[in-house]
């Protein structure tokens, strides 16, 4: 039998709890929103799916995080309450947002209000350390508070902002989630250990009606609550240690949302368009659109990247050098081979040509063996 630590136990037993709330609940949640008629109905060519699809799975995901939380975290101290109370508020937001789609801004305020909560339950950024030295800076008190409001809101909108294909977001949160709990378990950070379990839990049991064909959208509930929980425990668990990579870690563990973050902002500022505005210029577009991959060849490409990233960032918490340099070339040539693999189909489009793979992938044929872009 392996003899594990009680920390180690309470988080296994919060990500089969959680696990089995969102089996149960996203079925519930699916008639919810099919008979109350809370569906993301394709109306713009940015839609990556062809049919009416339930949006409320959200909901799902917060009651599977919510109640294993409340019901294990060993100490529910301030930034256990933080991340709960906020994480209410952002839900809230986000199914406003999905029930009658708010103005932008507003729901911005609405993060800003639950990153508020966070912050009130002293949940900050107080310090920061240079990248394999030993130099730490504290932050004074503004300066704390302002960073992390940027840290956070970030994000909550990147995690958003790749929720565009099925199962694309729960599966990276999935993985981030858990990768946190084994980094904050190494630094006996036990209540956040057992949050991101239990988000981990939520996560990949609800790609089981995500993934592709998907039978229900978490929207902007479900991602803006993902993107709070990440960017709360990244804060506490991560950038409050000494660790001279503490910086490092959650750009590497939340890697592949920050380049299609970095993408967005960089495309939209060129082209001098408002950098929250839709369109087809996150990463899985051009994975779907440009380079003609189905759905699901493009999020398990995506996985890959993420799991090598988060791969590397665990080895760099237990000081593994075998493993680090192993990861740390998967990590390098797999980034390379995406970028070159983007820079490439973005490249051809520019030109006025058509990308090689046909400039996309062919129309849902209506007869057997069609793969819809649900």
Known sequence: MFDLSPAVQTAVLGFLFAASLVYILTPLVTRIAQ???VVDTPTDERRMHLYATPLLGGLAIYFGVLIPS?????????????????????TLVGLLDDLIDIAPLL??????VAIAVAVYFDLRVTRLSVPFT??????????????????????????????????????VCGISALTFSVVALSIDRTSMAVICAVLGGATFAFLRFNFHPASIFMGDAGSMLLGFVLGAISVQSLMKTAATVALVLPL???????????????RR????????????DHVHHDLVLMAGFSQRKSVLLLYGWCLLLNGLAIAMTQGSRPAIAVLGVGSAVATAYMAR?????????????SPPG????????????????T
């Open 70 to 90: 409340v019901v294990l975290v060993p100490v529910f101290d301030n930034a256990a309450k933080g991340i709960v109370i906020g994480g209410t508020v952002v």
């Open 134 to 171: 030993d130099v730490v800076y504290h932050l004074p008190e503004w300066l704390s508070i302002l960073f992390t409001f940027v840290w956070v809101a970030a994000i909550i909108n990147m995690v958003n902002f790749i929720d565009g294909l099925d199962g694309l977001a729960a599966g």
């Open 252 to 266: 590497l563990v939340l890697g592949v949302p920050f380049v299609d973050l970095f993408l967005i902002v960089f």
């Open 107 to 112: 729901k911005f305020l609405g993060q800003l």
């Open 358 to 373: 046909g400039g996309g992938p062919p129309p849902p044929a209506g007869g057997p063996g069609a793969e819809p872009l």
């Open 269 to 280: 500022w060129r082209r001098r368009v408002p950098f929250y505005a839709a369109g087809q």
């Open 341 to 353: 693999l983007l820079s490439h189909y973005r490249a051809a489009e520019r030109d006025g040509g």
């Open 35 to 37: 008979r109350s008629g």
